[in-house]
């Protein structure tokens, strides 16, 4: 059984650079998963953050971004500010029709 | 505007069956691939199931056998038909919409609709 690993709790400084990590209980993530990031808030829907490793989707700023650190997919965000604390998931493409989510990372902003 | 509004959701006992819909504007569910995908309270995003735009339909292992996806294109919605409740069922679940092919398909879903809440309990 496929399981996609994530930080389950992460803090930065406001202002503050950090980079949150999705990767796979046995092997490597590549591009070929397909790596996607959605930001939710209490109570509210995903949002799409960044699709296919480092696309960020329609209206996301550019502080946030995607890409393959080592063996594992990579979502940093630049200049974090108070309304990027959220919960943060990763999903990978397993083919055949077939996603998978990581447990999600909290991220605090303090 | 692309929307996605899910209903249907409630109380059920366990072994019960119950519908979930996701009315989609603004763009064909027949289309686009479309997905559910489920939260358990106070617990992560799980992805449930995919119906692609030719019919192909998959699921994840724990619901497969008791939950079906279809979609009516004449009504421009989607369904997920549970069957066979049970109290791990209960979740929060969500309708997504595919992500479009642009230069290749890209396996990610861009619009998801504020989700209904489904209880399974006794």
């Known amino acids: 059984q496929t399981v996609v690993t994530q930080e389950p709790s992460f803090s930065v400084s406001p202002g503050g650079t950090v980079t949150l990590t999705c990767g796979l209980s046995?092997?490597?993530?590549?591009?070929?998963?397909?790596p996607s990031w959605y930001q939710q808030s209490p109570g509210q829907a995903p949002r799409t953050l960044i699709f296919?490793?480092?696309t960020r989707s329609s209206g996301v700023p550019d502080r946030f971004s995607g890409s393959i650190l080592g063996n594992k997919a990579a979502l940093t965000i630049t200049g974090a500010q108070a309304d990027d604390e959220s919960d943060y998931y990763c999903?990978?493409?397993?083919?055949?029709?077939?996603?998978?989510f990581g447990g999600g990372t909290k991220l605090t902003v303090l | 505007e692309v929307q996605l509004v899910e209903s249907g959701g409630g109380l059920i006992q366990p072994g019960g069956s119950l519908r979930l819909s996701c009315a989609a504007s603004?763009?064909?569910?027949?289309?686009?691939?479309m997905s559910w995908v489920r939260q358990a309270p106070g617990k992560g995003l799980e992805w449930v199931s995919v119906?692609?735009?030719?019919?192909?339909?998959y699921y994840a292992d724990s619901v497969k056998g008791r939950f079906t996806i279809s979609r009516d294109n004449s009504k421009n919605t989607l369904y997920l038909q549970m069957n066979t409740l049970r109290v791990e069922d209960t979740a929060v679940y969500y309708c997504?919409?595919?992500?479009?092919?642009?230069?290749?398909?890209?396996?990610?879903?861009?619009?998801w609709g504020q989700g209904t809440l489904v209880t399974v309990s006794s």
């Open positions: 119906i692609y735009s030719g019919g192909s339909t």
């Open positions: 999903v990978l493409y397993m083919g055949s029709g077939i996603w998978v």
């Open positions: 997504a919409r595919g992500g479009p092919y642009t230069s290749g398909w890209h396996h990610y879903f861009d619009y």
């Open positions: 603004a763009f064909s569910v027949s289309s686009n691939y």
């Open positions: 296919s490793t480092n």
């Open positions: 046995s092997g490597s993530v590549s591009s070929s998963d397909y």
